[in-house]
């Protein structure tokens, strides 16, 4: 791989993790706010579920809010002391990943034919720095 290329695949892996940075805290923000409206809905309090799992106040507010994301020990004991499978956190990320993942295959697809790999790389790169464009309403 030319040194030209080779410059776009890092910047495209660099914009790649950037956006896998960012939406770490959306998905953070998500669990928590889906595990404080599951916990308002069956009517505990942040105590009531803190003391159910073993952790801290302040530790499942932080986890509420977003702050702090939740480990997998700790996701699966809230999961199961708010009567969830801890697929309930994650259902609406499925159809967002599935059509992410749809997307970057179809403009793979429709780039294959492009014989020059250091245009089909900046096209690719492109689309990639499009996708993230704020949308007019």
Do not use: W
């Not at 923000?29 to 952790?55: M, P, Q, T, V, W």
């Not at 702050?67 to 967002?96: D, M, W």
């Amino acid at each position: 791989m030319n040194k030209d290329i080779s410059g776009l695949a890092n910047h495209n892996n660099g914009l790649i993790f950037q956006e896998i940075v960012s939406n770490h805290d959306k998905i953070d923000k998500h669990i928590g706010n889906k595990l404080k409206d599951r916990r308002n809905e069956l009517g505990y309090s942040s105590s009531a579920i803190a003391k159910k799992i073993n952790i801290p106040v302040k530790q499942l507010q932080k986890y509420e809010s977003g702050l702090e994301g939740i480990c997998a020990s700790h996701l699966l004991l809230i999961a199961n002391a708010i009567g969830v499978k801890v697929s309930y956190f994650f259902a609406e990320f499925e159809e967002s990943i599935c059509d992410y993942q749809s997307n970057v295959q179809e403009m793979h697809y429709e780039t294959k034919d492009i014989v020059n790999d250091k245009l089909r790389s900046a096209i690719l790169g492109i689309i990639n720095i499009a996708k993230k464009m704020p949308r007019k309403p």
